[in-house]
C-alpha cells in the first residue's frame, strides 16, 4: 500500500499496483444507490421546505410530512386497509388472468400460422382500442362492482403478455429448428427443447409491460366507479380537494409498481442467457 500523507489519506490513495482503496470499491459497487439515494432524500427535503415554508400552496403539492400523517390516519381509521385490499385482488386476478390466457394463446398464434392469421385482427383492434373507452361496456355487462375492474386490468395487461409472446415464438432461431427436425424431434419435443427457452426472455418482457397497463387499470376502473379500492380513494380525495389523501393513494400505485418491475427485471435477467445455442 502506498505511504504517500496520512492514515485517512490511504484509504483513498491506490495501491502500487493500481488496486483502488476499500471507499472507492464501496462507492463502486453501490454507486447508483448512494447517487439514487442522495437525489431522492434531497428531493424530499425540497419538497418538505416548499410544502411548509409557504412557498408553495400546500393545497397544491402537500408535503412529505403532511402525507405521512395522512398515511397514519387512514390507517388508524382502517380505511386504507381495505381500499388496499380491494385494489389488491383486483389486480392480481386481472393480471393473473392475462398471463393464463396471453402465454399459451400467444404461444399457439405465434407457432401455427393460419391461427395468427385468423386472430391478428381482433388482436390488432382490442390492443388499438384505448381500455377506457371499454369501461362504461364494462360496467353495462358486470356491473360496477370487482368483476369490471378485473375485466379493465385483462385487458389492459393480456395484450402486451400476447404479442411479445407471439414475437418470442416467431423469431426462434430457424436453424436450430431445422437441426431438430433433422434429428427426428417430435413437435413436442422442440417445443420443450428449443421454443419454450428461447421464448422466455420475451415471456417475461411481456409480463413486465403488462404489469404497467394492469395497474393504471386497476386505477382508472376505480376512478370511473367503484365504492372502494386505491383509485376510489384518489378520486374521493381528488374531488374533496384533500392533496395529501390523494398523494397516499398515488404513492401506493407507485410502490407497488415499482417493487413489481424490479422482480420482473430480475427475472428477465436471470434468463436473458436461457437460450438454446449450438455448441
Sequence with gaps: MATIGSL????YIASEDNEPGPLRRFYDSYYRLILGGSAVVAFLVWWEWAGTSGAVN?????????????????????????????SSLEFLYGFALAIVVGIPFGILMGWYRPLEAIFDPFVNFFYSTPRVALLPLMIIWLGIGMNSKIAIVFLGAVFAILINTIVGVQN???????????????????????????T????????????????????????YAAT?????LIAVAGNTFQTDKVFVGVTIVAAAGMFFTEVFKRIERHFQTWKPKIN
Excluded at 402537500?62 to 395522512?70: N, Q
Excluded at 413436442?188 to 427457452?197: D, E, K, S, V
Excluded at 372502494?228 to 376510489?232: K, L, Q, T
Design 172 to 198: 426462434l432461431d430457424a436453424s436450430l429448428l431445422r437441426a431438430a427436425r433433422s434429428f427426428g424431434a417430435t413437435d413436442l419435443q422442440i417445443f420443450r427443447t428449443i421454443a419454450l427457452p428461447g
Design 228 to 232: 372502494a379500492g386505491v383509485g376510489y
Design 200 to 223: 422466455v426472455p420475451f415471456l417475461i418482457t411481456g409480463v413486465r409491460l403488462g404489469l404497467g397497463h394492469a395497474l393504471i387499470g386497476v386505477v382508472v376502473g376505480e376512478l
Design 8 to 11: 485517512d489519506e490511504n484509504v
Design 58 to 86: 400546500p393545497l397544491f403539492i402537500s408535503s412529505p410530512s403532511r402525507i405521512v400523517h395522512a398515511y397514519a390516519g387512514l390507517i388508524a381509521s382502517g380505511e386504507l386497509g381495505k381500499d388496499v385490499w380491494i
